[in-house]
Nanobody, 121 residues
């Protein structure tokens, strides 16, 4: 089993910055992709950014050029640097991790508890 601990959310004015962190612990022997999702009130949860164990990062169009995802494999931690924040970025942000397993289903999904990001205009 894997536990995810998120930190870094809060209230910021438009144009400001925040950095989210998500540390994985427990059975973290084979972490594949790590990423961040968000869910605004009345909306579906959407992928914000993802970073695989190898390969290119992926961003939703609305955050390209403003957000940067990175990971520290030695610390089993994924980060989301959010710059030039806009009120429409307001949402609960969830950390997501895919962990590989030696048996089917070959991969499990784990979610953080969510951290609120509020951007005031």
């Amino acid at each position: 089993h894997v536990q995810l601990e998120e930190s870094g959310g809060g209230l910021v004015q438009a144009g400001g910055s925040l950095r989210l962190s998500c540390a994985a612990s427990g059975s973290v022997f084979n972490i594949n992709a790590m990423g961040w999702y968000r869910q605004a009130p009345g909306k579906q949860r959407e992928l914000v950014a993802a970073i695989p164990s190898a390969g290119s990062t992926n961003y939703t169009d609305s955050v390209k050029g403003r957000f940067t995802i990175s990971r520290d494999n030695a610390k089993n931690t994924v980060y989301l640097q959010m710059n030039s924040l806009k009120p429409e970025d307001t949402a609960v942000y969830y950390c997501h991790v895919k962990v590989g397993t030696p048996l089917p289903p070959w991969e499990y999904d784990y979610w953080g508890q969510g951290t609120q990001v509020t951007v005031s205009s």
